[in-house]
């Protein structure tokens, strides 16, 4: 008989049924998601200045003149969070006549915003249409659907750049970022001649919440059930997440190590199975955590990973 999935990862937030729960539910079993990451905002006092200052470049030393910013670079919905975060903040501080309020006269709505896809787009937008009327929030956005990725973006920057009266050398630009971070973007930028001052606005770590969660799902699960049997099967997704989660996971669960046998803990501990979304996630939890993963996703989606799961279970394509 099938039995149940600890998805680990965050269900689907587009409103809609979540597609890998979905998929178990298809052929028998019962699955859970769990977030195991969550983000933070950094350095916000400090985008929070920038921010005042409507675009100007702090001026060093040997600067004479008063230079702006040519553009804002936002690869993610979480870059878009945090300067919506700071908007927020500034429109406070604003309406409350706090010291510092107020301090950037020019609207960011003259320095144009490069983004990658139409999500992030969106995200900026939505924070124009919360305040029409703050001079902080984004309203030339440019990239988009042109740029699905950061090397495309990168490109559509130097040309947008180049195709101005004074051409694309000795721009500077304000680039978002997080915590992990590819070189792609700069790299191009760096050789058309392109400055960027990077500013790191987020970071993402384990999530704080994740042993309630873990607890209150499984809860969730046994109170279903009358004849739950605590026969598990825990679904990694990255290696990023596997650290912070498996010692919290070895407190509730038998986990299968390399160098022991099943059922070591029987009768004290839930029963598990490991499967990975892919050889790299895989390849950590068995070298690194020394754990044994039985499925590893022949595709990294939903049907390959039941299918994965289904046929070590001896379960049959309905």
Not at 89 to 112: F, N, Y
Not at 161 to 180: E, F, Q, W
Not at 247 to 273: C, V, W, Y
Request: hydrophobic share 35%; with cysteine.
């Amino acid at each position: 008989m099938p039995g149940d999935v600890l998805l680990l990862r965050s269900p689907s937030e587009d409103g809609g049924p979540d597609k890998y729960e979905e998929a178990f539910h298809a052929r028998g079993y019962r699955a859970v998601s769990i977030p195991v990451l969550e983000t933070v905002h950094t350095n916000v006092e400090k985008l929070a200045t920038i921010v005042r200052r409507a675009g100007r470049i702090e001026q060093q030393a040997r600067d004479v003149q008063d230079r702006r910013y040519t553009g804002v670079i936002v690869t993610s919905g979480r870059a878009c969070e945090a300067w919506r975060h700071v908007v927020e903040q500034l429109a406070w501080e604003d309406k409350g006549g706090h010291e510092g309020a107020g301090v950037g006269t020019e609207r960011w709505s003259t320095i144009p915003f490069y983004t990658v896809g139409q999500a992030t787009a969106s995200a900026l937008s939505a924070i124009h249409d919360a305040f029409p009327s703050s001079p902080y929030t984004p309203k030339d956005i440019r990239g988009a659907t042109e740029s699905g990725n950061s090397e495309k973006l990168a490109h559509f920057i130097v040309a947008d750049l180049s195709s101005a009266p004074s051409g694309s050398k000795g721009r500077r630009l304000l680039y978002l970022t997080g915590d992990k971070n590819r070189d792609t973007l700069p790299s191009i930028l760096k050789d058309a001649g392109i400055e960027l001052d990077n500013l790191q606005v987020y970071a993402t770590q384990g999530s704080s919440r994740f042993e309630d969660d873990l607890m209150n799902a499984l809860e969730g699960v046994q109170a279903l059930d009358a004849d739950y049997d605590e026969h598990w099967w825990i679904v990694y997704f990255a290696p990023s997440s596997a650290q912070h989660v498996s010692p919290i996971l070895s407190k509730h669960f038998d986990m299968p190590a390399a160098e022991k046998p099943d059922a070591q803990n029987a009768g004290t501990l839930r029963r598990a199975r490991l499967a990975a979304i892919g050889p790299t996630t895989s390849a950590y939890l068995e070298s690194e955590l020394h754990l044994r993963v039985d499925v590893v996703a022949a595709q990294p989606n939903p049907d390959a990973l039941v299918e994965g799961i289904a046929s070590f279970d001896g379960i049959e394509k309905p």
